[in-house]
T-cell receptor
Framework: QKEVEQNSGPLSVPEGAIASLNCTYSDRGSQSFFWYRQYSGKSPELIMSIYSNGDKEDGRFTAQLNKASQYVSLLIRDSQPSDSATYLCAVTNSGANSKLTFGKGITLSVRP | GAVVSQHPSWVICKSGTSVKIECRSLDFQATTMFWYRQFPKQSLMLMATSNEGSKATYEQGVEKDKFLINHASLTLSTLTVTSAHPEDSSFYIC?????????????FGPGTRLLVL
């Protein structure tokens, strides 16, 4: 069974700090990796996608992928109270019938 | 960009009636869309995969005769909750797949809140 695991939360960081979110996955056939942000009462919003080993930066967000270790992470620099949300790690393999497999999510709280 | 819309955003209906929810990809074509359901403080649950021009694929435990899915064009999928009951009250969210292969990405609609009285 394909599994995606995230650190159990919640995670609380002070404003301006770096928030580090981690995720591991069990299916070595996974090829696409995503971080979604979900505010309470809203639908998930794509924050980052990463498809190859290494780092990918977009503004204050950096995704890191290590396929050998089956590990993907998200760093949020200069955390803001508006970053407070649930962050979902998701992976998919390629193919016509590929589906997202989600982790349970981790709730981040950024303290002003 | 990749924008997915849903309509309506809110719906309240009486028990026993049917409700149709639309999911549209506004700036890209999507041969595959997905329907999810989320109860309060729970994880997203995939209900079905909607393929343009063919029958939807339902996840185990999801009644296909109760949740009718039609994907008649490359930008529109609909979910009809038939004979809705209070236990069907939930947050229904669609997503649309953009691209293919190793770089495909799913973009989510804003969701539809269904309340069945």
């Amino acid at each position: 069974q394909k599994e995606v695991e995230q650190n159990s939360g919640p995670l609380s960081v002070p404003e301006g700090a770096i928030a580090s979110l981690n995720c591991t996955y069990s299916d070595r056939g996974s090829q696409s990796f995503f971080w979604y942000r979900q505010y309470s009462g809203k639908s998930p919003e794509l924050i980052m996608s990463i498809y190859s080993n290494g780092d990918k930066e977009d503004g204050r967000f950096t995704a890191q992928l290590n396929k050998a270790s089956q590990y993907v992470s998200l760093l949020i620099r200069d955390s803001q109270p508006s970053d407070s949300a649930t962050y979902l790690c998701a992976v998919t393999n390629s193919g016509a019938n590929s589906k997202l497999t989600f982790g349970k999510g981790i709730t981040l709280s950024v303290r002003p | 960009g990749a924008v997915v819309s849903q309509h309506p955003s809110w719906v309240i209906c009486k028990s026993g009636t049917s409700v149709k929810i639309e999911c549209r990809s506004l700036d890209f074509q999507a041969t595959t869309m997905f329907w999810y359901r989320q109860f309060p403080k729970q994880s997203l649950m995939l209900m079905a995969t909607s393929n343009e021009g063919s029958k939807a694929t339902y996840e185990q435990g999801v009644e296909k005769d109760k949740f009718l899915i039609n994907h008649a064009s490359l930008t529109l999928s609909t979910l009809t909750v038939t004979s809705a009951h209070p236990e069907d009250s939930s947050f229904y969210i669609c997503s649309a797949r953009k691209g293919g292969g190793a770089t495909e990405t799913q973009y989510f609609g804003p969701g539809t809140r269904l309340l069945v009285l």
